[in-house]
């Protein structure tokens, strides 16, 4: 994967490829928890994250930031799009800011599989109800939108995205007590 | 404020961006456990840029892989990319050319109307070169439901669609994916390697798709192609130099009038 990330900061088309097809689906996932995004600004979050992340990876340090970087880039446009003009200056200034955004090596605590079971383990943890449902069809079978579990579990669509966020909230909480607890040693 | 009740907020995490040990260590303990305070602080929309820096990303990153869904392939998305990174690309144009230059030199490659309508067949075009290489090519064009159906020439098709090219050539050949349309430079979009045979168009691994998206009216795509060898390289480099085309080069041609409302026929 970091081969291929150096290929396509070099303007390799099939690396650029691969790359979109490897994380695609990441992205939309993340422009469709991230806002009230119709379908068709879904896609459009999609197609400005993959243009602007290829024209700015040769800036792009550690080719082992790529994912978490390129997820950024993918928030901050959706939030461009479903937020206020102020958001969007806002999310301009931390895109120049991502980039060189350097790369401390993870604590083992932090690793992609242990945050993982970190996810699963909270939506596990929730009492069953609404709130469970939501984060379980969207985190865990990820194959609904935010309006399409609406229309399921009954809700509007805007309670099932403050429920994501929320969801979303509780494990940047888990997230962080262990990036501190590293530095505590 | 007791230290028991103390929860996240624009002070206190200034305090751990200037990691100060006492601040960081009542923390690590705080979060480690649910609150409903210090998890609404950090779902607000209002914070400041750069506060708790690549935490969003490690979160976005564990939650996305959570699932553990395979992918599917995208090539309509990875079409459209394509078309918004613009043409031509350095990837193939090393050597400092610009785009003007590139304009120009495809200019001269790109000759309207060479190969001539004679040579058209309804859905598979065959124009040959000087030179032994024949070249035929076919399209589908994909729809955003998913469904592929045959594009014959001078087709109506959707500018939601995404044009699969598929040729027959009858030996090695390198070879420039170029799109016409009216008013505007021909544009390269691809350089392919064309093995002999029956063949997708491939760039790399991935299907070449050619997205419509924003089209209206006559494209045309048009595949050029000069046999591989010890002169593929100059070749490549002739064109790039001085816009020469092979003279052994062959050219396929697709004629397309995009239109919207209309499914592929
Ligand atoms: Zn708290």
Redesign the interface.
């Known amino acids: 994967m970091a081969d291929c990330i150096r290929r396509a900061a070099?303007?390799?088309?099939?690396?650029?490829?691969?790359l979109?097809?490897?994380f695609?689906?990441?992205v939309r996932?993340?422009a469709q928890?991230s806002g009230t995004l119709e379908a068709a600004e879904v896609?459009d979050v999609?197609?400005e994250t993959?243009?602007r992340a290829?024209?700015e990876l040769p800036r792009l340090q550690h080719p082992r930031?790529f994912?978490?970087?390129l997820?950024?880039i993918?928030?901050h446009h959706a939030y461009a799009l479903s937020?206020n003009v102020k958001?969007r200056a806002?999310a301009a200034?931390?895109l120049a800011?991502e980039a060189d955004?350097s790369?401390p090596a993870?604590p083992p605590s932090?690793t992609?599989e242990r945050?993982?079971a970190?996810?699963?383990a909270l939506?596990e943890g929730l009492p069953e109800g609404p709130e469970k449902d939501t984060a379980r069809l969207f985190?865990?079978?990820?194959?609904l939108s935010a309006r399409e579990i609406a229309e399921r579990l009954g809700l509007g669509k805007s309670a099932v995205t403050m429920r994501l966020?929320?969801f979303?909230?509780?494990?940047?909480?888990?997230?962080?007590?262990r990036?501190?607890?590293a530095?505590?040693g | 404020m007791s230290t028991s009740d103390r929860h996240l907020d624009v002070e206190s995490s200034k305090q751990l961006e200037r990691r100060e040990p006492e601040a960081v260590r009542y923390f690590a303990e705080h979060l480690s456990r649910p609150c409903e305070v210090c998890e609404a602080f950090l779902a607000r929309e209002d914070a400041s840029p750069g506060e708790f820096p690549g935490l969003d990303a490690l979160t976005d990153e564990a939650l996305v892989e959570a699932s553990g869904r395979p992918v599917r392939e995208d090539a309509v998305g990875w079409a459209r990319v394509r078309r918004n990174q613009g043409a031509p690309r350095r990837a193939w144009l090393t050597g400092g050319l610009g785009a003007m230059a590139a304009a120009v030199v495809l200019a001269l490659l790109v000759r309207p109307g060479a190969g001539g309508p004679g040579d058209v067949e309804p859905s598979s075009q065959r124009i040959k070169g000087t030179a032994p290489l024949a070249l035929e090519v076919t399209a589908v064009a994909r729809l955003p439901d998913g469904t592929v159906r045959a594009v014959a020439e001078d087709a109506v098709v959707p500018p939601e669609a995404v044009v699969l090219l598929r040729y027959h050539a009858s030996e090695s050949a390198d070879a420039l994916l170029v799109r016409e349309a009216p008013g505007v430079p021909p544009q390269v979009l691809g350089r392919h390697v064309l093995t002999p045979g029956t063949h997708d168009l491939r760039d790399g691994e991935d299907l070449a798709g050619v997205s419509l998206e924003d089209e209206r009216g006559p494209v045309t795509l048009v595949l050029v192609a000069w046999p591989q060898g010890v002169q593929g390289d100059a070749a490549l480099e002739a064109v790039r130099v001085s816009g020469q085309v092979p003279p052994d080069a062959a050219q396929a041609r697709l004629r397309l009038k995009v239109a919207p409302g209309h499914a592929a026929p």
């Open positions: 070099q303007g390799e088309q099939a690396a650029c490829g691969q979109y097809q490897r695609h689906g990441a996932r993340v928890g896609e999609v197609q993959f243009v290829f024209r930031a994912s978490g970087w997820l950024t993918a928030r937020r958001a806002r200034e931390d800011r955004m790369v993870l932090l992609l945050r993982v970190v996810v699963r939506i985190y865990l079978e990820g194959e966020e929320r979303r909230a509780r494990v940047k909480r888990e997230l962080l007590a990036l501190l607890a530095e505590v």
